[in-house]
């Protein structure tokens, strides 16, 4: 055989061997997009929602190669005319998020005032021993309140520093990657520390008094994700996220809840929980925010949440430097304005909402 048809070959067996595996790759992303319709709370059914954006990143560049190497055969065009069916759609879920869509949240119409609150929430990641960094990042936030999750009692000793000038405290120090530590210059009423759903899992409830005089109900959570080296089930997590979706629609004060979730900002729990609790997502219409996996940048999700009652606007949201952890910091600050309430809509919620977040609240 010559050179030319060795090469000739060689070049038919590569040219194959990519086909097949664009081929099997685009299988593998069509049904990484349809297992989240499976409403099941197993890990293998859950975790398939955090990746849309490198489901939709692969999806593009999937289409865009096979166009340049598919041989016309019918399977592989019936492929190729499902991704672009999946890359619609997965579109259709990221624009929400993104500035093409209309914005959740107004602009706070004053810079500053007696009705701000301004939040840092960060996972520090139990293992991290840059505790200076995280004191440059409060001063860089200057926040109001400060929630810090994954802390145990070496984390509460480094924090003690900042005690003068956050006198208020509710702390909750554990060994378990669960422990929170919540300080405020802002007075805090009537505070306390529960374990709503599982015995060493907390989280706070507690009335903010702005300079106003305004109170405002927090409510700080941390739930486990749903992988198996943590719990290999999604139950307790919605559990406790749609509790308190559900302590703070029946607030009669304004709402904010904040906290590592565990769970992306678009998949169907977190969508559950804004139509029960009302509570808007200041990341809709301005960006992902993604704030973990703040060492590995393909694999990046929204998983640090801060959502406010109809009563707020927003003044700023912003993704802060890593600080040695896994996960991004988020400092976000809002505007008690009551008038806001009346042009802001709360997520539009059904009867089959309610249901499934009453079944799900039901599960043990």
């Known amino acids: 055989m010559s050179n030319k048809n060795t090469h000739l070959c060689a070049s038919n067996t590569s040219t194959l061997l990519i086909n097949d595996l664009l081929f099997y790759i685009g299988i593998f992303l069509i049904l990484a997009t349809a297992i989240p ?41 019936l492929i190729l005319g499902l991704l672009v069916i999946n890359l619609i759609y997965l579109l259709y ?34 293992e991290n021993r840059q505790s200076d960094a ?3 990042l409060i001063g860089e936030c200057d926040p109001d309140l400060i929630l810090l ?29 669960y422990g929170m ?37 927090l409510h700080c959570l941390h ?4 992988v198996p080296q943590e719990n290999p089930r999604s139950t307790e997590r919605d559990k ?18 904040a906290g590592d979730l565990n769970d992306v900002a678009w998949s169907y729990t977190t969508e559950l929980f804004g139509k029960i609790s009302g509570l808007l997502d200041p990341r809709r219409g301005r960006g992902f925010f993604n704030s973990f996996n703040a060492k590995y940048f393909f694999l990046r999700f929204p998983l640090d949440h801060i959502f406010c009652s109809t009563d707020f606007t927003l003044s700023t949201i912003k993704r802060m430097n890593s600080c040695g952890s896994d996960h991004f910091p988020m400092c976000v600050e809002f505007q008690y ?18 249901e499934l977040a009453e079944e799900k609240m039901s599960k043990v």
């Open 37 to 77: 319709f499976i409403r099941h709370d197993f890990w293998i059914f859950r975790v398939f929602e955090y990746p849309r954006l490198q489901k939709l990143f692969l999806n593009a560049l999937i289409i865009a190669l096979s166009l340049w190497f598919f041989p016309p055969s019918l399977s592989e065009r």
């Open 93 to 126: 879920l990221v624009l929400p998020f993104t500035r093409f869509s209309r914005k959740q949240i107004l602009k706070s119409r004053h810079p500053a005032g007696k009705n701000n609150i301004k939040l840092l929430i960060a996972n520090v990641y139990q």
């Open 134 to 136: 995280y004191h440059k």
């Open 149 to 177: 999750v994954e802390t145990n009692q070496w984390w509460a000793d480094q924090m003690d520093p900042i005690s003068e000038a956050y006198p208020h405290q509710l702390r909750a120090p554990l060994e378990n990657t």
């Open 181 to 217: 530590l919540l300080y405020s210059r802002l007075e805090l009423v009537g505070g306390s520390i529960n374990y709503l759903v599982e015995d060493d899992i907390p989280s706070i409830e507690v009335n903010v008094k702005l300079l106003s005089g305004q109170l405002v109900k």
């Open 223 to 226: 739930p486990q994700p749903p």
């Open 240 to 257: 406790e996220i749609l509790l308190i979706a559900k302590k703070a629609k029946n607030s009669k004060i304004p709402v904010l809840v």
């Open 337 to 354: 304005d009551p008038q806001a309430e009346v042009v802001q809509e709360e997520p539009e919620v059904t009867e089959e909402d309610f």
